[in-house]
């Protein structure tokens, strides 16, 4: 099991960093993607992070305001939103795979977490 965190209420014009880590197992040999379900909405794919660090951008990706990455020293992936918008307010999810897949390809594979709230708003 996946664990998110660091969701938050923030005004627009804001940062969070969300974070993933695992619960009893090492995120090391495993690829890892975020992705957001707005309320009424399909989950969509933000970015995910290769055993390796390569990263792959799904289509909601915006690569100048929204980073993945990962510390495999602290077992954890992070993603770093600045600039957050009303659109961005969503329930976030992390998830590992043995690879990024490729467009939706990643539904009904990995293991998820529970998700992290964001909600942006003034």
């Known amino acids: 099991q996946l664990v998110e965190s660091g969701g938050d209420l923030v005004q627009p014009g804001g940062s969070l960093r969300l974070s993933c880590a695992p619960s009893g197992f090492t995120l090391d040999y495993y690829a890892v993607g975020w992705f957001r379900q707005a309320p009424g909405k399909e989950r969509e794919g933000i970015s995910c992070?290769?055993?390796?660090?390569?990263?792959?951008h799904y289509p909601v990706s915006e690569q100048d305001r929204i980073t993945i990455s990962r510390d495999n020293a602290k077992n954890t992936v992070y993603l770093q939103m600045h600039n957050l918008k009303l659109e961005d307010t969503a329930v976030y999810y992390c998830a590992a795979f043995s690879v990024c897949w490729g467009g939706r390809s990643w539904h009904g594979r990995g293991t998820w977490g529970q998700g992290t709230r964001v909600t942006v708003s003034s």
């Open positions: 992070i290769s055993i390796g660090g390569d990263i792959t």
